[in-house]
């Protein structure tokens, strides 16, 4: 596992803990990201948190992050992964459905 990978699942650890205020620590300021469909490319670490908390965070509870496929080379890392959780807040113009999607 080479040091992307290694960031990223310590990210994960902190954020699946609601602990944002540290995911500084190793993640970059100028992190870069694209969820498709939802925000496209976003620069800059704290707006990336901004929209997790924002979007996922305040939408879904119980959030189950799967992994089923991942390509690292060098710094670059890709995740084909799902997302799980129980839907319990307003998200993209949906009320709360109280079911579980992915």
């Known amino acids: 596992m080479g ?9 994960r650890e ?6 944002f205020s540290r995911v500084g620590e190793v993640l970059d300021e100028n992190w870069i ?3 498709l469909g939802l925000t496209g490319w976003t620069l800059g670490l704290d ?5 997790l908390q924002a979007g996922f965070g305040q ?5 189950q992050v799967t992994e ?3 390509i690292e080379d060098g ?3 890709v995740i084909r992964g799902e997302n799980s959780g ?3 807040g307003w998200f993209l113009g949906i009320g709360p459905t109280g079911r579980r999607v992915s």
């Open 47 to 51: 707006i990336a948190l901004a929209n």
């Open 33 to 35: 990201e694209n969820c």
């Open 14 to 19: 902190l954020a699946d803990r609601g602990e």
């Open 86 to 88: 129980t839907h319990t």
């Open 68 to 70: 089923h496929e991942v």
């Open 59 to 63: 939408a879904f509870s119980g959030l």
């Open 3 to 11: 040091r992307a990978l290694q960031a990223y699942r310590r990210y």
């Open 75 to 77: 710094d670059a890392l």
